[in-house]
């Protein structure tokens, strides 16, 4: 089985024999300055590293544990009529698990993101929101509710 290594700050758990240890979301901001505001500062992602050089910015943020989620095109359609009422993502959607999701929502919506529909509990027990984020990112922010 997987046992776990530590990276930097962050522990992550390594399977033997996969050779994926990591997911990074690459994201090419147009106003580097305000998305890195709105992720790092306002969304609290802490900040493992800086790269930058006179070639550009880089910076890497903390965004906890990742997973893959593939969904078909039916489930996808599915997802946003519950959660926003209509079909509106594009094939990509970023989701962030926090602990309170209204008051991020509205957090974040202060910071200039545009709430595409707030706070709506789902099925399948979370309450989740829908936003426009900086850099384009349309954003889940979703927060398990414990209901068995």
């Known amino acids: 089985m997987g046992g776990w290594r530590t990276k930097g700050r962050r522990a992550s758990v390594y399977y033997p024999g996969m050779g994926v ?20 500062d306002v969304l609290g992602l802490p900040e493992l590293a800086d790269f930058s050089s006179e070639d550009g910015r ?7 544990r990742a997973t893959l989620e593939l969904v078909d095109a039916r489930q996808a359609e599915f997802i ?7 079909r509106v993502a594009g094939h990509i959607r970023v989701a962030f698990e926090v602990g309170d999701a209204a008051r991020v929502t509205a957090e974040l919506a202060e910071a200039g993101a545009q709430v595409i529909a707030a706070p709506t509990r789902t099925p ?17 922010l979703f927060e398990e509710l414990g209901e068995g």
């Open 58 to 64: 880089v910076r890497l943020l903390d965004a906890g």
């Open 124 to 140: 399948w027990g979370s309450l989740n929101a829908r936003l426009e984020g900086e850099a384009g990112l349309q954003l889940t």
């Open 21 to 40: 240890r990591e997911l990074r979301l690459v994201v090419t901001a147009d106003d580097y300055e305000r998305a890195l505001r709105f992720y790092r």
């Open 80 to 86: 946003d009529r519950v959660e926003v009422g209509r």
